[in-house]
């Protein structure tokens, strides 16, 4: 007896007819595949594909089309049939084009390439203070007095003493400040050596617009002290690095007790192995 016989009643075996069409009709259930999963591993193979297609391209492909790729896509995948892996392809060929395509438009546009322009926004990040420059991203506002190109945008910027080496006001910049300046702007650029640092790649990663400098430190002006998770992170950092400002205070941090025996002239420590 069949494996389809067998799937049967015993009333259905004795007809000759009904039992027939019942066979029938059970061993095409028995030969019939089940649909991929919505999210099996033929979809994931699909969405691979179309991301990995989509990244070799030689150049974009019109957002208009990545649109009608996705339109075609989500119903193919949703529907419960063999195919759901080409849709999961055209997906993912879409996500990709236009995750490209948006963070190519954040890049700085050709006619903007060392511009003197105005703009306030907030730091974003923790100044790096360097001898004679500091270095900081800041956030540009979205609001209708900025420039459009430059709204909500990221710009990595430098902020240099003088030529004699005074001082001109950078070491108040910290964490989660608005701040108002004059910048002159450039899109970010990196050296091609080969296994080098790509400067301009991750500029790129990061959704950096623009690299620049201050053109007036005088013109610079503090709208809003610090405040947010950022002023925190600036207010942490200053406490540690005043509390390892010295050799003394960074043991004493560590609940230590040095002898003044163990003080060389050089004003070193010689801590003896335990």
Same mark, same amino acid.
């Given at each position: 007896?069949?494996?389809?016989?067998?799937?049967? +009643?015993?009333?259905?075996?004795?007809?000759?007819?009904?039992?027939?069409?019942?066979?029938?009709? @059970?061993?095409?259930?028995?030969?019939?595949?089940?649909?991929?999963?919505?999210?099996?591993?033929?979809?994931?193979?699909?969405l691979l594909a179309g991301v990995t297609?989509? #990244?070799?391209? +030689?150049?974009?492909? +019109?957002?208009?089309?990545?649109?009608?790729?996705?339109?075609?896509?989500?119903?193919?995948?949703?529907?419960?049939?063999? &195919?759901?892996?080409? &849709?999961?392809?055209?997906?993912?060929?879409?996500?990709?084009?236009?995750? @490209?395509?948006?963070?190519?438009? $954040?890049?700085?546009?050709?006619?903007?390439?060392?511009?003197?322009?105005?703009?306030?926004?907030?730091?974003?990040?923790?100044?790096?203070?360097?001898?004679?420059?500091?270095?900081?991203?800041?956030?540009?506002?979205?609001?209708?007095?900025?420039?459009? $190109?430059l709204r909500g945008r990221l710009l990595?910027?430098?902020?240099?003493?003088?030529?004699?080496?005074?001082?001109?006001?950078?070491?108040?910049?910290?964490?989660?400040?608005?701040?108002?300046?004059?910048?002159?702007?450039?899109? +970010?650029?990196? #050296?091609?050596?080969?296994? &080098?640092?790509?400067?301009?790649?991750?500029?790129?990663?990061?959704?950096?617009?623009?690299?620049?400098?201050?053109?007036?430190?005088?013109? @610079?002006?503090?709208?809003?002290d610090g405040s947010g998770i950022n $002023?925190?992170?600036?207010?942490?950092?200053?406490?540690?690095?005043? $509390?390892?400002?010295?050799?003394?205070?960074?043991?004493? #941090?560590?609940?230590?007790?040095?002898?003044?025996?163990?003080?060389?002239?050089?004003?070193?420590?010689?801590?003896?192995?335990?």
């Amino acid at each position: 007896m069949t494996k389809a016989a067998r799937m049967l +009643p015993s009333s259905a075996r004795m007809n000759g007819t009904d039992g027939a069409t019942a066979a029938a009709r @059970a061993s095409s259930l028995c030969l019939t595949e089940p649909a991929p999963r919505p999210l099996g591993v033929s979809v994931a193979g699909g969405l691979l594909a179309g991301v990995t297609l989509a #990244l070799w391209l +030689p150049s974009l492909v +019109p957002v208009w089309l990545l649109l009608v790729a996705a339109l075609i896509g989500v119903p193919t995948w949703w529907r419960v049939w063999r &195919g759901r892996g080409v &849709g999961a392809l055209l997906i993912g060929f879409a996500l990709a084009g236009l995750h @490209a395509s948006h963070a190519l438009s $954040a890049q700085l546009p050709l006619d903007w390439e060392k511009r003197d322009v105005q703009v306030r926004g907030r730091i974003v990040e923790l100044p790096l203070h360097q001898p004679r420059r500091t270095a900081f991203v800041l956030r540009v506002d979205r609001t209708a007095d900025q420039p459009e $190109a430059l709204r909500g945008r990221l710009l990595r910027l430098s902020w240099y003493d003088t030529r004699n080496g005074s001082s001109t006001g950078r070491e108040q910049l910290q964490a989660g400040q608005r701040w108002q300046m004059p910048v002159r702007l450039r899109a +970010p650029r990196g #050296l091609r050596n080969p296994g &080098g640092f790509d400067s301009e790649k991750h500029a790129f990663a990061n959704r950096v617009t623009a690299s620049g400098h201050l053109r007036n430190a005088k013109a @610079a002006r503090l709208q809003k002290d610090g405040s947010g998770i950022n $002023a925190w992170r600036g207010a942490m950092s200053a406490r540690i690095g005043n $509390a390892f400002r010295s050799p003394r205070a960074s043991l004493r #941090l560590l609940h230590w007790e040095i002898p003044a025996a163990w003080m060389t002239r050089a004003g070193t420590y010689c801590v003896p192995m335990v």
